[in-house]
Structures are given as structure tokens and as C-alpha cells.
């Protein structure tokens, strides 16, 4: 199994334009995460799914944030619009039992 | 509010000392893990301690949970550079293993 997959690897935006940051999980793992890191907040979890169905996204910040699971095998995270304080790590995650598989994360800068 | 307080959160030392990590809380976890992060990367998970007072090694790395389940700590015994990284201890509340993470302990070791 290739692991969880993300992408983009790297993203440079501007200020107000939108993001959308792509998340496939290992194939029957049946939870998904989207984590933000930053050197200041740590990791913090923005939502999660359960078999495609957001479970609680109290920690998604504001309402330019919103995810999606359309199917079991994909997951998005977009910003609209985007703000220079979103720059970060964004990090997608899928679980089995107890264990989460981090993907390689989308770096994040917006100016 | 931080739930899991981690320390050091930095530490450098050199090759071939010992070290502790330490991740404390005031709340009882069902279970705790540790990961570790390198530069580029997502967590991946090192162990899972789940009984109270439970102790587990991973070759020079030792684990234990705390009897009251409320902390943990890691003992790395003759460091290596390659033990170099961010080291996340997460506990979890309940049987849903919903994470809540410490902020991280930033590990150098030096050749």
C-alpha cells in the first residue's frame, strides 16, 4: 500500500484566492483526519470522518474552511478565501484500531 | 487549553547520553501513544500503552504509563542521531480513540 497520499506537496497562494488540498486515506481505513500544524498551535485536529461522514468539525477554524468525503477513497479540504495566517502544514490522516497513518502533508503559504 | 503537557520541549544533547521525555495531564487517558516526526514528514506511530503502570520497549527506547493513566514519559538510553525529532505524545478518552496531543518535544542529537 502507497500510504496515505496528499497533494499538493507545496502550495504558494495569494492572499484571497482559493486553496483545495487533496487527501486519498489507505484503502479500508474506515476514519479520516485533517490536521493544521504550525511552531505555534502545534497539531490541531480541523475535522473528521467516519465512513464519509463528517463527525465533528468544531475544530475547523472559520467558515472559509470547509471538507468534504465524496467517497471512501477521497477527501478535500478548501479554503476560501485564503489568509496569510492559514500558512501552515496541512496533514491528512486515516486510522486502523488505534493507529493513524499521517500522510507527507501540503505546505502551505499564503502571502 | 493544553491537555497534555509535554517537557522539554526542546532538547539538545549529545550522541550516546540518555534522555527523558515527559507527558503529563490531570485528565485519566484511556490509552496513550507516542509518535515521532521528522522534518518533511507525517507522525508515525511508535507505541500504544494502554494499562496502567505498563512498560514497553522499542529497542533503546523505553515507554511507560503512569499508574493513574494520567502521564507517560520516554527514556531513549544512549542516543542516537538518528533518534533526531519531534517527538508527540496523544492520549486518548475514549473508546472512540478521539486524540488529543501534546504540543511536541523537539529532539537534536548531536555526532
Known amino acids: 500500500d502507497a500510504g496515505v497520499i496528499q497533494s499538493p506537496r507545496h502550495e504558494v497562494t495569494e492572499m484571497g484566492q482559493e486553496v483545495t488540498l487533496r487527501c486519498k486515506p489507505i484503502?479500508?481505513?474506515?476514519?479520516l483526519f485533517w490536521y493544521r500544524q504550525t511552531m505555534m498551535r502545534g497539531l490541531e485536529l480541523l475535522i473528521y470522518?467516519?465512513?464519509?461522514?463528517?463527525?465533528?468539525d468544531s475544530g475547523m477554524p472559520e467558515d472559509r474552511f470547509s471538507a468534504k468525503m465524496p467517497n471512501a477513497s477521497f477527501s478535500t479540504l478548501k479554503i476560501q478565501p485564503s489568509e496569510p495566517r492559514d500558512s501552515a502544514v496541512y496533514f491528512c490522516?486515516?486510522?486502523?484500531?488505534?493507529?493513524?497513518?499521517f500522510g507527507p502533508g501540503t505546505r502551505l503559504t499564503v502571502l | 487549553t493544553q491537555l497534555l503537557e509535554q517537557s522539554p520541549q526542546f532538547l539538545s544533547i549529545q550522541e550516546g547520553e540518555n534522555l527523558t521525555v515527559y507527558c503529563n495531564s490531570s485528565?485519566?487517558?484511556?490509552?496513550l501513544q507516542w509518535y515521532r516526526q521528522e522534518p518533511g514528514e507525517g507522525p508515525v506511530l511508535l507505541v500504544t500503552?494502554?494499562?496502567g503502570g505498563e512498560v514497553k520497549k522499542l529497542k533503546r527506547l523505553t515507554f511507560q504509563f503512569g499508574d493513574a493513566r494520567k502521564d507517560s514519559s520516554l527514556h531513549i538510553t544512549a542516543a542516537q542521531p538518528g533518534d533526531t525529532g519531534l517527538y508527540l505524545c496523544?492520549?486518548?478518552?475514549?473508546?472512540?480513540?478521539?486524540?488529543?496531543w501534546g504540543a511536541g518535544t523537539k529532539l537534536i542529537i548531536k555526532p
Open positions: 484503502s479500508g481505513h474506515d476514519y
Open positions: 470522518f467516519n465512513n464519509n461522514v463528517p463527525i465533528d
Open positions: 500503552v494502554v494499562t
Open positions: 490522516a486515516s486510522r486502523e484500531g488505534r493507529e493513524q497513518f
Open positions: 485528565s485519566v487517558f484511556s490509552s
Open positions: 496523544a492520549g486518548a478518552r475514549d473508546s472512540n480513540y478521539q486524540l488529543i
